[in-house]
């Protein structure tokens, strides 16, 4: 069973669009929680632009919430991350004027930085994935930074499932990916882009053992409602 993260920051996009407190995003990251998740993925952006500190603050307080804080790979996020003290971190590279992660962390440009900061939330046990793009190199440098887990960036194949092109390519880098990061002891993820179609491809490599979803599982629940939407990810997860 693959375990199901979801990210919750586009139930704060809706809410911040007035400005006020609906929807809540405790009463959300409760409801999933209720309804399969195993664990409630936010990403603490720069410029605040959906998830707040408040919110952290508060989901934070809740033990029963396991986070995972995805967040920028500097010391002002790693205060951050230490003075609230998430489940799980995953470091992601982030650009202003995106809008979305557009790809995996550089690692050896941050290799001196990031090496810090895993090896400071390791400390702390917090368990903590680096989210890179499915190549050799990266997984290897993901080991030597010390990380326990990586996520693989699965933008470009849930791209090429959605416009029904060849993926065998994509899916080779993936699987290779996943084999090497398994024989170093790294704990592979996958997220981004995912819906019912890629995440099913990609569930049939058993070396994923979690999924973080965020965009399409909210989309998608305008038609059929949270509940059934996170019941079908749990089928293809099972
Ligand atoms: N995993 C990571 C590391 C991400 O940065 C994101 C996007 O915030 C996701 C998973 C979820 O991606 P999506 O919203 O496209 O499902």
Same mark, same amino acid.
């Not at 998830?51 to 396991?66: A, C, E, Q, R, V």
């Not at 996020?77 to 982030?94: D, F, G, Q, R």
């Not at 400390?123 to 680096?130: A, C, E, F, M, Q």
């Given at each position: 069973?693959i375990?199901?993260?979801?990210?919750?920051?586009?139930?704060?996009?809706?809410?911040?669009?007035?400005?006020?407190d609906?929807?809540?995003?405790?009463?959300a990251a409760?409801f999933?929680m209720?309804n399969g998740?195993?664990l409630?993925?936010?990403?603490?952006?720069?410029d605040?632009?959906?998830?707040?500190?408040?919110d952290?603050?508060?989901?934070s307080?809740?033990?029963?919430i396991p986070?995972?804080?995805?967040?920028?790979g500097?010391?002002?996020?790693l205060?951050?991350?230490l003075n609230?003290?998430?489940?799980?971190?995953c470091?992601?590279?982030e650009?202003?004027?995106?809008l979305?992660?557009e790809g995996?962390?550089?690692?050896?440009?941050n290799?001196?930085?990031?090496?810090?900061i895993?090896k400071?939330?390791?400390?702390?046990?917090i368990?903590?994935s680096?989210f890179?793009?499915?190549?050799?190199?990266?997984?290897?440098?993901s080991?030597e930074?010390?990380? /326990?887990?990586?996520?693989?960036?699965?933008?470009?194949?849930?791209?090429?499932?959605?416009?029904?092109?060849?993926?065998?390519?994509?899916?080779?880098k993936?699987?290779?990916?996943?084999n090497?990061a398994?024989?170093?002891g790294?704990?592979v993820?996958?997220?981004?882009?995912?819906?019912?179609?890629?995440?099913r491809?990609?569930?049939?490599?058993?070396?994923i053992?979690?999924?973080n979803?965020?965009h399409?599982?909210?989309?998608?629940?305008?038609f059929?409602?949270?509940p059934?939407?996170?019941?079908?990810?749990? /089928?293809?997860?099972?």
């Amino acid at each position: 069973m693959i375990r199901l993260g979801i990210n919750i920051d586009h139930v704060a996009t809706i809410r911040n669009a007035r400005g006020e407190d609906h929807p809540n995003i405790l009463k959300a990251a409760k409801f999933v929680m209720k309804n399969g998740a195993d664990l409630i993925t936010i990403h603490l952006r720069e410029d605040r632009r959906h998830i707040k500190d408040i919110d952290l603050k508060i989901l934070s307080k809740f033990k029963s919430i396991p986070i995972n804080l995805e967040m920028a790979g500097n010391n002002r996020m790693l205060k951050i991350a230490l003075n609230s003290n998430p489940k799980y971190v995953c470091i992601v590279p982030e650009k202003r004027e995106e809008l979305t992660t557009e790809g995996g962390l550089n690692l050896k440009k941050n290799n001196k930085t990031l090496k810090k900061i895993v090896k400071t939330l390791n400390n702390k046990k917090i368990r903590t994935s680096l989210f890179i793009n499915p190549n050799l190199n990266d997984i290897k440098l993901s080991k030597e930074i010390g990380a /326990k887990c990586i996520e693989l960036h699965t933008g470009s194949i849930s791209r090429k499932v959605r416009s029904k092109k060849n993926i065998e390519k994509e899916l080779k880098k993936i699987i290779s990916s996943c084999n090497l990061a398994n024989s170093l002891g790294l704990e592979v993820h996958a997220g981004h882009g995912l819906d019912y179609k890629s995440a099913r491809i990609l569930s049939k490599i058993k070396l994923i053992k979690e999924f973080n979803i965020g965009h399409f599982i909210v989309g998608e629940s305008f038609f059929l409602g949270l509940p059934s939407v996170i019941n079908k990810f749990k /089928k293809i997860c099972k």
